[in-house]
């Protein structure tokens, strides 16, 4: 018998969600499995909407990684990674534990890089120009549900006829499908108070890269929700009373979404891993790090570059879940010293907003649509890629 290989997965991330399937479904007894994360549970990005807008529960848009953990064979440790040396092949974790890997795969996620002169969430008072605004990072996905929560118990704090601005910063699919939905939820939760709701967007035009047809959709739901939308304006203070731009404008904010500047975990910098100038770990077309023979990533974390003319991949979890099962197959083979396959990225993805109302747009390239029958169709689609990694419901 071939001696053992040790695979570890640091995070929990969609595409490892495919890793852990594919030894569940085809296990190699060669192969000793270590999933570090830091929950048993993980969000799957697509239903974090729904959960936003109260349209499901938490724990609907959760996978079990334990359980898939478990179906795999495989040891889940709770803690998340801090440091990795690829010479010596350790990772080390928050808990002081060392793990030793012979092949290891990176499927972080990403943070923000937030904005200027800012603290963390900071409290709520009666008399909101007299401070910063609230701030609520959208990333890292992991702790959001904690953030949230603490927002809206601050929400319940304040009194009766009270006039909130919240604003997002981020004019791409996430930045708008976040605020319609944080929107829904809040007039839902207070309709005693009255909601102004600001998209702030660098670009001159919403959702840069897709076609018109999708815009104008996002525009029109938008203006339904009694957002106004700024465009050309660059968010990047917190201050007194509200967000200043790169122009020196202020915009006015009680509340802030911060759903722009997308960056590598912070910890990346102090490794010896090739890191773009985002923190971005740079993989070949193997999915395998520059330079650091079996070890991979893959996700958001990762900086895949294809050759020009195209454009280098946006942070979204459509293309983590589109590298999993080769990310699966690659692993496998780099612990048996057999020739990797290559990952090609799809040319157009299909994006599906949620607007916060009951109904979303589909967006693929030029094409798009929207109605209610699309976030129907949206909430199967991800139900079922949930379901796909869970244990059958029990009652």
């Not at 996978?63 to 080390?92: C, E, F, M, N, Y």
């Not at 910063?169 to 939760?189: I, K, N």
């Not at 201050?239 to 404008?249: I, L, M, Q, Y």
């Amino acid at each position: 018998m071939p001696p053992m290989k040790y695979l570890v997965l640091i995070g929990a991330g969609h595409a490892h969600a495919f890793v852990l399937e594919a030894f569940a479904q085809h296990p190699d007894p060669t192969v000793a499995i270590s999933v570090v994360s830091d929950s048993p549970l993980a969000a799957y990005s697509g239903s974090v909407p729904a959960w936003l807008a109260g349209e499901c529960t938490l724990r609907e848009t959760q996978i079990d990684v334990a359980a898939l953990s478990q179906r795999a064979g495989a040891h889940l440790i709770t803690s998340p990674a801090v440091a990795i040396d690829p010479t010596k092949r350790r990772v080390t974790l928050a808990n002081g534990e060392v793990i030793h890997f012979d092949v290891a795969s990176l499927n972080l996620g990403a943070t923000l890089r937030l904005p200027d002169q800012s603290l963390p969430e900071q409290p709520f008072s009666e008399t909101h120009d007299e401070q910063r605004p609230y701030l609520l990072a959208m990333r890292p996905l992991s702790s959001l549900h904690h953030r949230w929560q603490a927002l809206r118990e601050k929400i319940d704090q304040l009194p009766t006829g009270t006039h909130q601005r919240v604003v997002s910063v981020g004019g791409g699919a996430a930045g708008c499908e976040t605020l319609m939905s944080v929107l829904a939820q809040l007039r839902q939760q207070r309709a005693d108070i009255t909601w102004e709701g600001t998209l702030v967007s660098a670009s001159p035009t919403l959702l840069p890269g897709a076609g018109r047809l999708p815009r104008w959709l996002t525009k029109r739901a938008l203006r339904r929700a009694g957002i106004t939308v700024l465009h050309g304006v660059r968010g990047q203070t917190l201050t007194t009373g509200g967000v200043h731009t790169s122009e020196g404008e202020l915009i006015d904010a009680d509340i802030v979404l911060w759903a722009t500047g997308a960056v590598g975990q912070t910890w990346l910098k102090d490794t010896a891993l090739p890191l773009d100038q985002q923190g971005f770990i740079q993989v070949n077309k193997t999915l395998e790090v520059t330079g650091k023979p079996g070890l991979f990533a893959a996700g958001d974390c990762a900086a895949f570059n294809p050759p020009p003319p195209a454009s280098p991949l946006p942070k979204a979890g459509v293309y983590a879940v589109r590298m999993g099962p080769l990310l699966a197959d690659n692993l496998r083979a780099a612990c048996h010293r057999e020739p990797l396959a290559n990952w090609q990225p799809p040319k157009r993805v299909l994006a599906l907003i949620g607007t916060g109302d009951g109904h979303a747009i589909a967006s693929r390239g030029e094409i798009g649509f929207s109605g209610r029958w699309v976030w129907e169709w949206k909430k199967r689609i991800d139900a079922r890629f949930i379901a796909r990694f869970n244990p059958p419901f029990k009652p």
